[in-house]
């Protein structure tokens, strides 16, 4: 079967935009916080990672599904989801201090997953004292919420009838989910009006940005990683990353702009930060570069996949990494941290001398150069290190052209087809 990325996308993009129509005909009777607009990241996902699952290769190497990621036998046979693990680190902490170009006075604020690595954060907390209490995650309160839920029980039951989906409890086992976070009674508590959150592309998040937003108090978002998403050109920027804020704590100097979607979902004023100077300790006497070559491989993600322009089918994509080791004798592998959370053995088990699951810090120092095939947190480590570095363009996700440009500038570049790989030589 051929790997029709271009077919998944365009109908990915589409569930996207009928999403967007969707929750603009919702918000005329009930405002712009509704279920729509707070469930529309958790909704592609379930939906998007449905079209995957009907037109893509099903790795077999991975561990259950983790909704609302489903597979393939999900869609076909009557399962029921009996239990949702809602994943959140459950803390709520109160911060006070002058919060700088943010802020001008001293105010009390509350802090709900924000990234500790990110360096405005961390300037900030650490420059004042500040104490935390331990809260529970908190649901949200809509108005006419049945209302609204029975819009959306139409719209999936329309999507489940179009794709022939035969799983009676498709549309059940969503609602069930989504219920997870919205309470019957008004039962919202807080004690600031500003919120530091981390990204809202994570519903626990967003949740708590959507309760302070409809008091309306001031939410401000860090970016969760070293780089700006800005970088993609992609719809998930416009309902999910930028959105639900007042204020968006960003790098570089990208701007924000609407391409894809029509709706506002709380767009913020992004504030622009340069990225520290990092400065990485080296032990002793830099030792001589060996001749392997270290590729710094993407996480597989199995069945947890959704779209448009995200990731690789694993199938492929370990094809490629397969066909790359056996041409290339001087090449190992890194493999990605995350995937010991999903992985039930290596998939790549006749080449595992070659695979690294661990390395000591700053050791890739001493490779003669690294690979990357995605504009990743690794990526701008590896900038930062100065070390040589090739970038595997793969063309799976939407880079902005100015980014593009940025990159053939400054690090070697090799186009390749994952789906068709030729003969690569690296040495």
Known sequence: MNYKIKKIDHINLEIFRSLDKLNIKVSKNNGKINIISIMIIEIQ????????????????FFN?????????????????????????KNSLFKLKYDILSLINKKIDFEVFNVNVQNHVYKNLINNNSFNYSKQYRQKIFINKFFEQKKCLIEFLNNFKSFHNIKNKHFVSNFINYLEKFFSRKEKFICKSDILLVGSNMTIENRIMSANYLKLKKKVISFNHANYSPLIYDNPWNEAGEFAFCDNYVNYGKLTFRKKYLKSNYFHPKVLNYSLPLVSFKKKGKKKKLNRFILYFTEALHGTRRNGPFRDINDTDYL??????????????????????????KEPLLKFKDKII???????????????????????????????????????????????????????????????NPKKIILN
Do not use: G, W
Not at 65 to 80: A, E, R, S, T
Not at 389 to 406: A, G, H, P, S
């Open 45 to 60: 996902r379930y939906l998007s990672s449905s079209i995957i699952s009907l037109y893509d290769k099903q790795p077999s």
């Open 64 to 88: 259950e599904m983790d909704f609302p990621h489903i597979n393939k036998n999900y869609l076909f046979k009557n399962i029921k989801i009996k239990k949702f693990n809602i994943k959140s």
């Open 319 to 344: 094809n490629f990494q397969s066909k790359l080791l056996a041409q290339n004798e001087n090449l190992l592998i890194k493999r990605h941290p995350k995937e010991r959370r999903y992985l039930r």
């Open 357 to 419: 699951y661990d390395i000591k810090e700053n050791n890739e120092n001493y490779y003669n150069y690294i690979i990357v095939d995605r504009i990743s947190q690794k990526f701008f480590e590896s900038i930062i290190l100065k070390n040589p570095i090739l970038y595997l363009d793969m063309n799976v996700r939407n880079l902005r052209q100015e980014i593009k440009t940025l990159i053939k500038r400054n690090i070697f570049v090799n186009k390749v087809n994952i789906y």
